[in-house]
């Protein structure tokens, strides 16, 4: 009997702390904004279950869908946002609406301030003439600058001796094995466009060096190497290049060989058809445009069948390429047909649940991190499906081949090119939060062909909001990010919880 009244004293306690616990609660939710409070607010199955049919009926650009007024006659708020929303891209492609819309305005994106070697970049682009500016952005503490100003230095410097000096130093000091580098601290960099820089200047001085970086076993030195080689004029290393076993290396020389030699070197190009990469496919089939041999045709229309095969909707400016090279419009082009699944976060997503992500780089890259949160109160479809590819791993050991100091750095797919990407093209989600430093935007070719290529805006560029969706921001580490230079590998993507 003792025991019986224990317990039933500890159940009275235990109610009682589930009651105050409850009581505590509501007066909590009682006292937020009246916004906050409603978005907390949990819809019902049935509610959910409209909202996946109008992120389904926006994925189809479907208009017809009774989902849409449903949606925009609800009594939830965030239905009827969502509903209409979606309504606006599937009638106007770039949803030119989206302001005059009576949307309420989203949370703005975390503002971050500039590194201060930032303004030191920008002022360079009206030096570039002043030799001894250049010469001394050679010292700056900051790697993008002195990269910067090798990129500016044009043939009117070519009796600077000191700064031809510093580029002699940097391409005699690359060594054999330039995979790592250490934070802050460049690898292959600086010797790759010292190489180029110094075409121009001392077209001599870069002969006697091309060789070695065109053997090098790193790559992004041979591709550097091509194209020094171009402002050379350098056939014979440009054909050696146009073999390589890279074919971001081969993309690049055959696509300045073909511009000296013009079709003097299609047998290389029929060759280069196939290759297993699209960036390489692609610039052997732009080389062979036009080209008056009968196998040509023939080969470019092998070469489409073996692309269209493989069913990559972000591969089309390959098979494009294939058919003009074979005399053929690009509407004969026979892409996949789009498998169009909701995946099972954009719900959530959408309604305003909280995902983030864990972008990790690669030791041999400097290292570091930085987080970013999936804007699924913008593009929940979208933020949807970079959550399942991050889960699944896709973006584990990608790389940023994009990096430009002063605009955007892009990449963290597989694959190291414009012109590779994921098998299914993603929708626009075009939306009202703009293109602010730290947000995150899909790479695109033209309307609806998202390839899961991110870029990261590092400063504020409001034009790319007419074309390009806002799916995440960076809440944490945009020194990482400014730090990030070309081929950064990103060692793994993981989500927080």
């Given at each position: 009997?003792?025991?019986?009244?224990?317990?039933?004293?500890?159940?009275?306690?235990?109610?009682?702390?589930?009651?105050?616990?409850?009581?505590?609660?509501?007066?909590?939710?009682l006292?937020?904004?009246?916004?906050l409070?409603?978005?907390?607010?949990a819809?019902?199955?049935k509610?959910?279950?409209l909202?996946g049919?109008?992120?389904?009926?926006?994925?189809?650009?479907?208009?017809s869908?009774?989902?849409?007024?449903?949606?925009?006659?609800?009594k939830?708020a965030?239905v009827r946002?969502?509903?209409?929303?979606?309504?606006?891209?599937?009638?106007?492609?770039r949803f030119?609406?989206?302001d005059?819309?009576?949307?309420p305005?989203?949370?703005?994106p975390?503002?971050w301030?500039e590194?201060?070697?930032r303004l030191?970049y920008r002022?360079?682009?009206?030096q570039?003439?002043d030799?001894?500016?250049?010469?001394?952005?050679?010292?700056d503490?900051?790697w993008a600058v002195?990269?910067?100003?090798?990129d500016?230095?044009?043939?009117?410097?070519?009796?600077?001796?000191?700064?031809v000096?510093a580029?002699?130093?940097?391409?005699?000091?690359?060594p054999?094995?330039a995979?790592?580098?250490?934070?802050?601290?460049?690898?292959w960099h600086?010797?790759a466009?010292?190489?180029v820089?110094?075409?121009?200047l001392?077209?001599?001085?870069?002969?006697?060096r091309?060789?070695r970086l065109?053997?090098?076993?790193?790559?992004?030195?041979?591709?550097?190497?091509?194209?020094a080689a171009?402002v050379?004029?350098?056939?014979?290393?440009l054909r050696?290049?146009?073999r390589?076993v890279d074919d971001?290396?081969?993309e690049?020389?055959?696509d300045?060989?073909?511009k000296?030699t013009k079709?003097a070197?299609?047998d290389?190009?029929l060759?280069?058809?196939?290759?297993?990469?699209?960036q390489?496919v692609?610039?052997?089939?732009i080389?062979?445009k036009g080209?008056?041999r009968?196998?040509?045709?023939?080969?470019a229309?092998?070469?489409?069948?073996?692309?269209v095969?493989?069913?990559?909707a972000?591969?089309?400016?390959a098979?494009?390429?294939?058919?003009?090279?074979?005399?053929?419009?690009?509407?004969?082009?026979?892409?996949?047909?789009a498998?169009?699944a909701?995946?099972?976060r954009?719900?959530?997503l959408?309604?305003?649940?909280?995902?983030r992500l864990?972008?990790?780089?690669?030791?041999?890259?400097?290292?570091?991190?930085f987080?970013i949160r999936l804007?699924g109160?913008v593009?929940p479809?979208?933020a949807?499906?970079v959550?399942a590819?991050a889960?699944?791993?896709?973006f584990?050991g990608?790389?940023?081949?994009?990096?430009e100091?002063d605009?955007v750095?892009?990449?963290a797919g597989?694959?190291t090119?414009?012109y590779v990407?994921?098998?299914?093209?993603?929708?626009d989600?075009l939306?009202?939060?703009?293109?602010a430093?730290?947000?995150?935007?899909?790479?695109?070719?033209?309307?609806?062909t998202?390839d899961?290529q991110?870029?990261v805006?590092?400063?504020d560029?409001?034009?790319?909001?007419?074309?390009?969706?806002v799916?995440?921001?960076?809440i944490d580490?945009i020194?990482?990010?400014?730090?990030?230079?070309e081929?950064?590998?990103?060692?793994?993507?993981?989500v927080?919880?």
């Amino acid at each position: 009997m003792h025991a019986l009244t224990l317990s039933i004293a500890h159940a009275r306690s235990t109610v009682s702390r589930i009651q105050l616990a409850l009581a505590t609660l509501i007066v909590i939710l009682l006292t937020l904004p009246a916004p906050l409070r409603a978005q907390i607010r949990a819809l019902s199955a049935k509610d959910s279950t409209l909202v996946g049919r109008i992120l389904l009926a926006e994925d189809r650009r479907d208009s017809s869908s009774t989902a849409l007024t449903q949606g925009a006659a609800h009594k939830d708020a965030r239905v009827r946002v969502i509903a209409l929303r979606a309504l606006g891209r599937i009638r106007d492609p770039r949803f030119a609406a989206r302001d005059s819309l009576p949307l309420p305005p989203l949370p703005p994106p975390t503002v971050w301030p500039e590194p201060a070697w930032r303004l030191r970049y920008r002022a360079l682009a009206d030096q570039k003439n002043d030799c001894g500016a250049l010469r001394s952005a050679l010292a700056d503490s900051a790697w993008a600058v002195r990269l910067r100003a090798v990129d500016l230095a044009t043939a009117t410097c070519a009796a600077d001796d000191g700064l031809v000096s510093a580029l002699r130093v940097w391409i005699d000091a690359l060594p054999a094995n330039a995979a790592r580098r250490a934070k802050g601290d460049v690898s292959w960099h600086a010797a790759a466009h010292s190489a180029v820089a110094l075409a121009r200047l001392r077209p001599d001085e870069a002969r006697s060096r091309i060789a070695r970086l065109a053997a090098h076993q790193q790559w992004q030195v041979r591709m550097y190497a091509a194209r020094a080689a171009a402002v050379l004029l350098d056939t014979a290393t440009l054909r050696v290049l146009a073999r390589d076993v890279d074919d971001n290396v081969k993309e690049a020389a055959i696509d300045s060989l073909s511009k000296l030699t013009k079709h003097a070197d299609d047998d290389l190009y029929l060759k280069a058809l196939g290759a297993k990469g699209a960036q390489a496919v692609r610039a052997a089939a732009i080389a062979l445009k036009g080209s008056t041999r009968a196998d040509v045709p023939r080969a470019a229309n092998a070469a489409f069948e073996r692309w269209v095969a493989r069913r990559v909707a972000s591969e089309r400016d390959a098979r494009i390429a294939l058919l003009e090279a074979a005399g053929r419009p690009a509407s004969d082009d026979r892409p996949p047909s789009a498998r169009i699944a909701l995946s099972p976060r954009a719900v959530a997503l959408a309604l305003g649940a909280d995902a983030r992500l864990r972008v990790t780089m690669a030791p041999s890259s400097g290292g570091g991190s930085f987080v970013i949160r999936l804007r699924g109160d913008v593009a929940p479809i979208m933020a949807a499906r970079v959550l399942a590819l991050a889960r699944s791993g896709y973006f584990n050991g990608g790389n940023w081949h994009r990096v430009e100091p002063d605009f955007v750095i892009q990449g963290a797919g597989p694959g190291t090119n414009e012109y590779v990407g994921y098998a299914q093209f993603f929708r626009d989600e075009l939306g009202t939060v703009p293109h602010a430093r730290g947000t995150l935007g899909m790479s695109t070719r033209s309307h609806d062909t998202g390839d899961a290529q991110w870029f990261v805006n590092l400063k504020d560029n409001p034009r790319l909001g007419r074309d390009y969706t806002v799916f995440a921001e960076v809440i944490d580490g945009i020194d990482v990010v400014d730090g990030i230079l070309e081929g950064d590998v990103v060692s793994r993507v993981t989500v927080l919880r």
